[in-house]
């Protein structure tokens, strides 16, 4: 659904970055649908014609090794069959729909172990440096959050739309980004992430043309 919230870390949130901040509160005034799940192997595969990744044989787990630009021919392609409109969501998107009403460090709580240790909130929710055993790993095996979304902390880092930047100093309604950059954002953790690199509120990027066996995507359709 539509709605505000508060985007960003608090400052006394284990394992946070200077970057995610300052919290601010963002209004989204459209509805839409995230996928539930991030964009399996097979799913390209079915729209490509190839599998790209790195962790190969795995038709259920997410793709990687596709870059930024490589999304949109993605994206290009599922729009040209008229069943909808897509893209990647927005940063401001990807966290609302990742909190899912929750403004802990996870969507089920909060953070107990910064690094490569076991924290329990996340390893109930996604697969990191503790569990992951240094591989992908099939999509929606770990809980989903309270909008059954799957794999929204860690997995694979997941392509937003935005430049990378700084964020607004006040609150914002439908943000975008800045205009232009060098790196596209990624979100949500990965696969060798320590846990404090898969709270909700952390941020990265990276070149549009960056390849990776920790990064793919999830698409956002407009209702």
């Given at each position: 659904?539509?709605?505000?919230?508060?985007?960003?870390?608090?400052?006394?949130?284990?394992?946070?970055?200077?970057?995610?901040?300052?919290?601010h509160q963002v209004t989204l005034t459209q509805p839409?649908?995230?996928?539930?799940?991030?964009?399996?192997?097979?799913?390209?595969?079915?729209?490509?014609g190839s599998n790209p990744s790195h962790f190969s044989?795995?038709?259920?787990?997410?793709?990687?090794?596709?870059?930024?630009?490589?999304?949109?021919?993605?994206?290009?392609?599922?729009?040209?069959?008229?069943?909808?409109?897509?893209?990647?969501?927005?940063?401001?998107?990807?966290?609302?729909?990742?909190?899912?009403?929750?403004?802990?460090?996870?969507?089920?709580?909060?953070?107990?172990?910064?690094?490569?240790?076991?924290?329990?909130?996340?390893?109930?929710?996604?697969?990191?440096?503790?569990?992951?055993?240094?591989?992908?790993?099939?999509?929606?095996?770990?809980?989903?959050?309270?909008?059954?979304?799957?794999?929204?902390?860690?997995?694979?880092?997941?392509?937003?739309?935005?430049?990378?930047?700084?964020?607004?100093?006040?609150?914002?309604?439908?943000?975008?980004?800045?205009?232009?950059?060098?790196?596209?954002?990624?979100?949500?953790?990965?696969?060798?992430?320590?846990?404090?690199?898969?709270?909700?509120?952390?941020?990265?990027?990276?070149?549009?043309?960056?390849?990776?066996?920790?990064?793919?995507?999830?698409?956002?359709?407009?209702?």
């Amino acid at each position: 659904p539509a709605g505000t919230f508060t985007m960003g870390s608090p400052a006394d949130e284990p394992g946070r970055y200077s970057d995610e901040g300052p919290q601010h509160q963002v209004t989204l005034t459209q509805p839409f649908y995230m996928q539930q799940t991030e964009v399996t192997q097979a799913q390209w595969e079915a729209v490509m014609g190839s599998n790209p990744s790195h962790f190969s044989g795995c038709s259920t787990c997410p793709v990687e090794n596709v870059s930024w630009n490589d999304v949109q021919d993605f994206i290009a392609l599922m729009n040209a069959r008229g069943e909808g409109t897509y893209s990647l969501p927005t940063e401001a998107q990807w966290e609302y729909a990742c909190r899912a009403g929750s403004i802990t460090a996870f969507a089920n709580g909060g953070i107990t172990e910064k690094y490569h240790g076991y924290d329990p909130n996340l390893d109930a929710m996604g697969w990191y440096y503790y569990n992951s055993d240094g591989e992908t790993h099939p999509v929606a095996q770990k809980a989903p959050n309270a909008w059954n979304l799957y794999d929204m902390h860690g997995n694979v880092y997941e392509w937003c739309q935005d430049w990378f930047g700084d964020y607004p100093s006040g609150a914002i309604t439908d943000p975008e980004g800045p205009s232009s950059g060098s790196q596209r954002q990624v979100r949500g953790g990965r696969w060798q992430s320590w846990a404090l690199s898969c709270r909700s509120a952390n941020r990265g990027g990276y070149s549009p043309n960056y390849y990776g066996n920790d990064v793919g995507f999830r698409l956002l359709r407009k209702p």
